[in-house]
C-alpha cells in the first residue's frame, strides 16, 4: 500500500519518480480501509528535504499511510517558502484535537541553546503532554528526541568539544525488540550534532531501554516503554548527500568544521560518499509503522483511552 500525499506537494513528484507508492488524495477516498495517520512535526529548516527523507522512510512499508504536515503555531519560518508552508502545514493549535496513529518530531539546528531557551518551547512541551492522550506513538528524532528525554524525564543533553560528524558504527544492543526486526549485528549511521546523550543517565532510568548505541558516538536508539515512544539520536533518514551539504556550507561560510568521519572514500572530500545505511533506516522506519499497525485501535477515537 501506497503513502497518500497531495499531488501538489513536491515529495508526491520526488517520490513517484524514485518507485515510491504514492497515492493521490482522491484515489486513497475511494479505498474502503483506514490509513495510518502519521504526523509530521517539522522543526528543520529545510523543510521540503525533510518531508522527502521521512515520507520515503514510511511510504516504504505495505500499509496505506495519511501523512500530515505540522508546523509549531507560533513560529515563523526564515527558510521555507511561506506559500508552501501556508499550503501544506497546519500549526498545532489546529490539530491537537485529532488522534494520531504515529507522530515524528523532527530535530532542530538550536543544540546551543538550552531547551528553556528555545522560543517555542513552552508549546512543543504542549505538544509532548498531547502526544500521551491523542498519539499511539512517538518518534522523536536528533533534537527532538533529547528534547522528549529532557521533558520527561529530565535526561539533558551535554555539549561535545568538537561536533559529532560522519557516519559511524553502531552495535545491535538489543536483538529481540520488534524495532530492530531484520537489523544485523551492527549497522552505519549517519550523525551530524554538537551534543550528546550519557549512557549511564539514560541507564537510570527503568522505562528507557537503548537498542542502538556506538562507542564513538554514544546512545542513539532507546525504546520508552512508559510513554510508546522511540528516541533516537542520529540521522537514518539523511539522503547519501546530506552530510556533503552540511560541509560544503559550512566550508563556504568559514566554519571551522572537521571532514564528516567515514563518510568519503578514502576520507577525501573530493570523492562521491556512499550510502551505506539506507537498508537499515528502511527496516527501522518500517518495524516502528508495523507495530503502530498492530497495536494502534481501529478506531481513531479509542487512541489515548
Not at 13 to 24: A, Q
Not at 146 to 163: D, E, R, S, T
Not at 241 to 264: F, S
Request: charged share 25%; aromatic share 10%; net charge negative.
Amino acid at each position: 500500500m501506497p503513502i497518500t500525499l497531495p499531488e501538489n506537494l513536491p515529495a508526491f513528484d520526488v517520490l513517484t519518480r524514485e518507485g515510491v507508492n504514492v497515492m493521490s488524495e482522491t484515489r486513497a477516498a475511494r479505498q474502503d480501509i483506514r490509513p495510518l495517520h502519521i504526523g509530521l512535526l517539522n522543526l528543520m529548516p529545510k523543510k521540503i528535504q525533510t518531508e522527502n527523507q521521512f515520507a520515503r522512510l514510511i511510504g516504504a512499508t505495505p500499509l496505506q499511510i495519511e501523512l500530515s504536515l505540522i508546523r509549531m503555531s507560533e513560529h515563523e519560518t526564515k527558510t521555507a517558502a511561506a506559500e508552501h508552508m501556508e499550503e501544506f502545514y497546519r500549526p498545532f493549535q489546529e490539530v491537537k484535537g485529532e488522534k494520531f496513529d504515529g507522530l515524528i518530531i523532527t530535530g532542530a539546528p538550536i543544540e546551543h541553546l538550552s531547551f528553556e531557551e528555545v522560543t517555542y518551547w513552552d508549546e512543543l512541551k504542549e505538544v509532548m503532554e498531547w502526544t500521551q492522550t491523542n498519539v499511539h506513538s512517538t518518534f522523536g528524532v536528533c533534537w527532538g528526541g533529547m528534547a522528549m528525554l529532557y521533558h520527561y524525564y529530565g535526561v539533558q543533553k551535554h555539549m561535545l568539544p568538537h561536533k559529532a560528524f560522519g557516519c559511524f558504527r553502531h552495535q545491535n544492543m538489543a536483538p529481540s525488540s520488534p524495532y530492530l526486526r531484520g537489523f544485523s549485528d551492527d549497522c552505519v549511521i549517519p550523525v551530524s550534532r554538537w551534543t550528546a546523550m550519557r549512557q549511564h543517565e539514560i541507564d537510570a532510568i527503568p522505562a528507557l531501554i537503548t537498542l542502538l548505541g556506538s562507542d564513538e558516538a554514544g546512545p542513539c536508539l532507546v525504546e520508552d516503554t512508559e510513554r510508546r515512544s522511540l528516541y533516537i539520536f542520529n540521522h537514518f533518514e539523511y539522503d547519501s548527500g546530506t552530510l556533503k551539504e552540511e560541509y560544503d556550507r559550512d566550508i563556504a561560510n568559514g566554519t571551522p568544521i572537521n571532514v564528516p568521519q567515514n563518510y568519503y572514500p578514502d576520507d577525501d572530500p573530493d570523492m562521491t560518499p556512499m550510502n551505506r545505511w539506507r537498508s537499515h533506516a528502511h527496516l527501522l522506519y518500517g518495524n516502528w509503522i508495523n507495530e503502530i499497525y498492530q497495536s494502534t485501535p481501529f478506531d481513531l477515537h479509542e487512541i489515548g483511552r
